[in-house]
């Protein structure tokens, strides 16, 4: 039975393998090198404190017999350049990184920024019942727009967000890639 749950920071070291699967190539740019390892440690660094953008504060867990097996990590877009402040600052003191990054999101929306399933639980539908819950949590009880991007060279998590109810909102280049920004808005009545 799959559980949902808020992350902890006792959930570090469990997280960030399942987060780099979702941005290897983004962190590894980060941190001016391709070394697992050193990738995993920067993560559950972060993961493990409060106030950045990859905090336990932002993530929400899926387990499978008190495993975790997958994560979603979302925070409100207006709150991006406070939560990225922390982790530029260590890149320049602790990986001699000086990164200017661009804007991934936006006041406005609830930003999903990174979403993964353990290799060995995809395929029975983790990831789609953690979208459905932060559906239901943000956009159907708080009425807030749900935000996220998708690379358009994977048109199979695109056509998974647009069957959900994320519409298209527009093309943006982020990271070197090219990306398709999407919205999943609260119903207006009119």
Do not use: W
């Given at each position: 039975?799959?559980?949902?749950?808020q992350?902890?920071p006792f959930?570090?070291?469990?997280?960030?393998p399942?987060?780099?699967?979702?941005?290897?190539e983004?962190?590894?740019?980060f941190?001016g090198?391709?070394n697992?390892?050193?990738a995993?440690?920067?993560l559950a660094h972060?993961i493990a404190k409060?106030g950045?953008?990859y905090?336990?504060?932002?993530?929400?867990?899926?387990?499978?017999?008190?495993?975790?097996?997958?994560q979603?990590c979302?925070?409100p877009g207006?709150?991006?350049?406070?939560?990225?402040e922390?982790?530029?600052t260590?890149?320049q003191?602790r990986?001699?990184r000086h990164?200017l990054?661009e804007?991934?999101t936006?006041?406005g929306?609830?930003?999903?920024?990174?979403?993964a399933v353990s290799?060995?639980?995809?395929g029975?539908?983790?990831?789609?019942m953690?979208?459905?819950?932060?559906?239901d949590r943000?956009v159907?009880?708080?009425?807030?727009?749900?935000?996220?991007l998708?690379?358009?060279?994977?048109?199979?998590?695109?056509?998974?967000?647009?069957q959900?109810g994320?519409?298209f909102?527009?093309?943006?280049?982020?990271?070197?890639?090219?990306?398709?920004?999407?919205?999943y808005?609260?119903l207006v009545?009119?």
């Amino acid at each position: 039975m799959i559980r949902i749950r808020q992350a902890t920071p006792f959930d570090s070291t469990a997280l960030a393998p399942l987060m780099l699967l979702a941005m290897e190539e983004i962190i590894y740019y980060f941190i001016g090198q391709n070394n697992y390892q050193e990738a995993i440690n920067f993560l559950a660094h972060h993961i493990a404190k409060p106030g950045n953008q990859y905090s336990y504060e932002y993530i929400i867990v899926a387990e499978e017999d008190d495993v975790v097996v997958g994560q979603i990590c979302l925070y409100p877009g207006e709150m991006l350049e406070k939560l990225r402040e922390p982790i530029l600052t260590f890149l320049q003191s602790r990986y001699s990184r000086h990164l200017l990054l661009e804007q991934e999101t936006k006041a406005g929306e609830v930003y999903i920024d990174t979403i993964a399933v353990s290799v060995n639980a995809q395929g029975k539908g983790i990831g789609k019942m953690m979208l459905l819950y932060a559906v239901d949590r943000f956009v159907k009880r708080d009425k807030k727009t749900l935000g996220l991007l998708v690379d358009k060279e994977n048109p199979q998590a695109k056509t998974l967000y647009i069957q959900l109810g994320f519409k298209f909102v527009e093309d943006i280049h982020i990271f070197e890639k090219e990306m398709e920004h999407l919205q999943y808005a609260p119903l207006v009545l009119s």
